[in-house]
Structure formats: structure tokens, C-alpha cells
């Protein structure tokens, strides 16, 4: 039985700023709920293969949870940019931007006050999407240019999850936006992910120095890294000793019909098929998840209890000319859209 977060428990204000949480559905039963709070995806109930509904994404049940710990980016729209900036910087046109340093010396996920605790407006809500804008404005973060972003998230009756991006700047800058939900489609708080499968439609990936920084080389994939075909996560898990599991973006063909990943778990048969306009799919296994506080429902997190397919531009991008680029010009639209496509077998 579905078993919503409570609304009251989002209702606050923050500096005048109201924040919320919304719930959609499609005609299938499928719902979700969002906060107008880091443009958060809270909760998502989907069907197994007994046609019972489960909320498979990791969150908390209220505000101040989400307030409290910001370090996991459960379920948010990571901005202005997903993943790392090397030292900080980029330049555009000979001129260097320095960037908050959230990680060492370097910027990670836009910053402490990045897109993940802006309060969003909400534009537009009916009982299938919500649509939501943020005015990221000049030099916030480090960023040039004053940039409106819009997040759009839909339920279709096809058993999508659906989001949809748009920005526009009035100065050329930097963008690479993202999805972080950690999926468990077992249910959240119910073990961890590693008998889960995955495929990745990828040959190589971005390789990392060893604050994750790219390094600029693009490899292919080793036996461990290989995902082409699809295998438990555990198999190669404990080749990863640096990052103490998968923390890799691979360089995934986005140019076909074809999902550029497939997920699924052996117990609910819920399969996840991941469908996106970006060249990159971060897939990070969730080490080191917070533990102190308790998700949703009392259930208590740790490391591996949900996994992060996150379709991106590559990390470092704006110091790596040769990587796709990043870089949104003046009167220019950024637009970039995820599919999550829920079934189960
Ligand atoms: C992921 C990233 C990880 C880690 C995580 C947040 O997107 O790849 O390195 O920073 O977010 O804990």
C-alpha cells in the first residue's frame, strides 16, 4: 500500500521562500512527489512483478532531514554543474572564473549553494508533471551569467519518469545538469544494490586522477568496468579499491533508440531502462551514504543502499577542450532530457 511522505512535513518557509512537496501520477498508479527544495524527487512508487507498488528511490520523510544533510544529494537536480571542476576554475574567453571549493580544492556538484538548496519556483503543476524555475544569478557559486533554469518532471502512462531541462543565460557559462536519485528497486531501505544487474551500453569511460579529477584519457573499459553486456554489480565490486565501488562516467552511445542503461533486481523483477540526450552516465554504488540519519519510514541507509545513474556531460569538461562541450552561449538554449522507464518481469 502507498504510503506518501506527509506534505505538512515539507510545508516551511525559508527566508520568505515557500517550499512545498508535490505529488503526480500516471493512469498506471505510478507516483511520485517533489520538492520545490533542490527540485527533489522524495519518493517514487512503482510496481513489481506482482503489480504491488514500492517507493524505490532513497529520501526522508521531512524537510528538516533534507536540511540537515546536504553531502548524499538524495534524489536532487544537481547545477549548475554535475560532478567535479578541476582546481576550481575554468576560463572563458582568457577570463578565469574561480568556483566555490566544496571538495579539497576542488568544486564538486555546483558547490555548498548549489541547484541542490536553491528553493525553486513552482511554475506549473497538473496531476501528471510539475514544472519548476530557478534564477541562478551572476557570480553565484563563482558562475558567470544571470541563468534561468527550468526542470520539468513527468509521469507518462507508458511508465515513465520524465525530466526535462531548459536554460538560458545572458553571458556565456558553464552547464552540465543532472539527476541524483539513488534507485534501489528492491524498495528503499530494503538491503542494498549489489545482486542487483546492470548494463551500460558503453566501450570506454573518463579516466580519474585520485581526487577524481579526469585526467583527460578516455579508455575502454576493463573486465571490471565492463558493463556491456548485462552482470551483477558485485561481480567486479571489490576491483574498485580507490573508490571502494563503481564511481565511473562512462561515454555511452546517446545517439540511438536504445537505453543507454538497463537496471534490474532479482527479488521485485523491477527493471529500470535509462533513456538520455547526454554523451555521460555517471553510475556511482552509493559508498558511503550517510548513515546518521534515517530515511524514509525509519528505514537506516549505508553504504551500497542505492545506486546513482546520472546522465551528464563528462566531469572537468570546461578544462578539457577535447570533451564535449559544456559551455551555453548568450541567447542560446540549453535543453537536456532523462527517461526512466519503469517495468518489471
Ligand atoms: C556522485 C559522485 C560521487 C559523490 C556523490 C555524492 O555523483 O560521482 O563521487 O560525490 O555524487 O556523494
Known amino acids: 500500500m502507498i504510503k506518501l511522505v506527509p506534505t505538512e512535513n515539507f ?8 517550499i512545498a512537496i508535490y505529488t ?15 527540485a527533489t524527487l522524495v519518493s517514487l512508487w512503482t510496481p513489481d512483478r506482482a503489480g504491488d507498488l514500492n517507493d524505490i528511490v532513497l529520501g526522508y520523510d521531512r524537510i528538516t532531514d533534507y536540511l540537515k544533510t546536504e553531502n548524499s544529494y538524495f534524489g536532487k537536480t544537481i547545477g549548475r554543474f554535475g560532478n567535479r571542476i578541476g582546481n576550481s576554475q575554468f576560463s572563458i574567453n582568457g577570463k578565469t572564473y574561480h568556483l566555490n571549493k566544496n571538495e579539497g580544492d576542488h568544486h564538486l556538484h555546483g558547490g555548498e549553494t548549489g541547484f541542490h538548496t536553491a528553493i525553486w519556483k513552482m511554475l506549473e503543476i497538473t ?8 534564477l541562478s544569478i551572476d557570480g553565484s557559486s563563482g558562475y558567470p551569467g544571470n541563468l534561468t533554469t527550468t526542470v520539468t518532471y513527468s509521469l507518462t502512462n507508458d511508465d515513465c519518469l520524465q525530466i526535462d531541462y531548459t536554460a538560458t543565460t545572458d553571458t556565456s557559462t558553464h552547464i552540465n545538469l543532472t539527476h541524483h536519485s539513488y534507485f534501489n528497486l528492491e524498495g528503499q531501505g530494503n538491503g542494498n544494490i549489489l545482486d542487483h544487474s546492470l548494463q551500460i551500453l558503453a566501450d570506454t569511460y573518463t579516466a580519474v586522477d585520485k581526487d577524481l579529477i579526469p585526467t583527460g584519457e578516455i579508455n575502454p573499459v576493463s573486465e571490471a568496468l565492463d558493463f556491456r553486456e548485462s ?3 558485485a561481480t567486479h565490486l571489490s576491483a574498485q579499491q580507490t573508490t571502494k565501488g563503481y564511481d565511473h562516467n562512462y561515454v555511452v552511445f546517446n545517439d540511438s533508440e536504445d537505453p543507454v542503461a538497463i537496471l534490474s533486481a532479482p527479488q521485485s523483477g523491477r527493471v529500470l531502462k535509462v533513456y538520455a540526450t547526454e554523451p555521460g552516465l555517471q553510475f556511482f554504488t552509493g559508498q558511503g551514504i550517510a548513515s546518521k540519519i534515517r530515511g524514509k519510514q525509519g528505514t537506516q541507509y549505508g553504504d551500497y543502499s542505492g545506486l546513482c545513474l546520472e546522465p551528464q556531460h563528462f566531469p572537468d569538461s570546461p578544462n578539457k577542450p577535447h570533451f564535449p562541450s559544456t559551455l551555453l552561449l548568450a541567447g542560446e538554449v540549453y535543453q537536456s532530457q532523462t527517461i526512466f522507464k519503469f517495468s518489471a518481469k
Open 11 to 18: 510545508t516551511t518557509s525559508i527566508n520568505g521562500e515557500s
Open 24 to 38: 503526480i501520477k500516471n493512469q498506471n498508479g505510478l507516483v511520485a512527489q517533489i520538492t520545490n527544495y533542490g
Open 127 to 134: 496531476d501528471t508533471y510539475i514544472k519548476l524555475k530557478h
Open 231 to 233: 552482470k551483477k554489480i
